[in-house]
């Protein structure tokens, strides 16, 4: 088992790299890297694997592997799959492939890592790979979009690093387990770095300019899987420190509420996904055991939504005339997914989160699926072109709607009560939008994405984590 876990997370890296020396072979490789986690990702589900190996000892590296890990990555091969069918036909250099294959690799050691400076060398070079596939188009804007990711990105695992070190002088381990008993000031500058890098709350306000300006791929790739490699680690630091729960319970609270209200005022088709991703991440947040199934159903559904974008005559909603049905429909089949639509697998996903949680939290979040409805509404009541069916979209997106529809066979989440509950929300979302704010016409974009407000914020988010970890942790 200690061999056949080593060669799944450092194969990718090995595959990229010939992908780069042979480079008729890239899109075969990052294939390859792919079905090979969804390969692994599967046999963990079925099978209920959990282990956990120590290879280097108390100075790194050690791994966990068990039911939340096989659901996240699922999740990245599946969502990396969908990317590469989808360049297959968009003529993308071998550079672009190898940065995605070891891209993927690097979120697959996340989600088996189990030690702090495992996860921290990981994280830095999803930071590294991402920001380059951001700035894969060569433009002025686009390497911009891309300095101005990674500038933020090293800043806060800057604070994540001396938090770890804290870690280790009190604990003498680099351990998940060692953040038990840990100071609160090396707790507090921990949760700052992946908070940040999952793009949570105000510090997580990066996300929406870097996620609507990059290239569809490459947002299908970001919102499907990148910012869950600084969800995932929390979700599990909350599973072993109970004095977490909390601080999460009101983080993932504050951010589903926070996407959705500043989403509303969007009328760019991509910031809106954006913002309902930032929505979609407290709900994955709050799931803690629940989580991966719903981070599974959320990356499906982005993914279609971020890919099908590039197949659209224009981002403005009230700009676009007509779309073909292929795409209408790929984008309708995930938008109501999201929304949590029985018959699609976010339905099941979003019961099993909300029922998991506190009676308060989940009657917010079920207030807050009114607004999940609200801002995707304008998807749904895109004109269709009254064209044939246009294949030449690319399977890949197809893939993620075929995915979404084909998870509705998890039937313990049908009950009427629930179902009729789910649609009232739904429905009330989209009679708002139909009657009251599809009149309204504003094309909102928030100061607090500017890049000089961006480290304002993560101070404001640093002194919030200070002071409730303070309170929980005295």
Known sequence: ??????????????LGFIAY???????????????????????ILVTRQEFSLVLMGNFGVSLTVDNLSGYFILTN????????????LKS???YFYTQLTILHGSVNSVFCCADFITLYVSLEVIAIATSLLISYPRTNRSIWIGLRYLLVSNTVMLFYLVGVVLVFQAQGSFAFTALDNA????????????LTKGGIFLSGMWLPLTHAESESPVSATLS???????????IRCAQMVEELTPIVEIFSTATATLGVVLGIFC???KRIFAFSTISQLGYILAGNATAGFYALAHGLAKAGLFLTSSTLPSRQVGSISGIPFSSWLVLVVCSLSIMGVPG????????LVLTSLPPWQSLWLNICSIGTSIILSPVLLLPLQGKKLEMENSPGIFLSAILVMGSFLYLNSYRWDKISQTLILVGLGAGIYYLILRRLKWNYFSPLEKLDNLLSLVTIVAILIFSLIAYELP
């Open 21 to 43: 020396l042979l480079p008729r072979t890239d899109r075969f490789l990052a294939t390859t890297a792919s079905l090979l986690s969804i390969v692994c990702g599967g046999i």
């Open 267 to 269: 009328t760019d088709i």
């Open 183 to 194: 100071s609160p000031e090396a707790t507090s500058l921990i949760l700052l770095g992946l």
């Open 77 to 88: 091969g599946l969502v990396t799959l969908a990317v590469v069918i989808y360049a297959w």
């Open 92 to 94: 993308k250099s071998p």
């Open 1 to 14: 088992m200690r061999a056949l876990t080593v060669i799944f997370i450092f194969l990718p890296f090995l």
């Open 344 to 351: 699609l697998v976010g339905f099941s996903a979003k019961d």
């Open 224 to 234: 499907g899987i990148v910012v869950k490699t600084g969800i995932f680690p929390i």
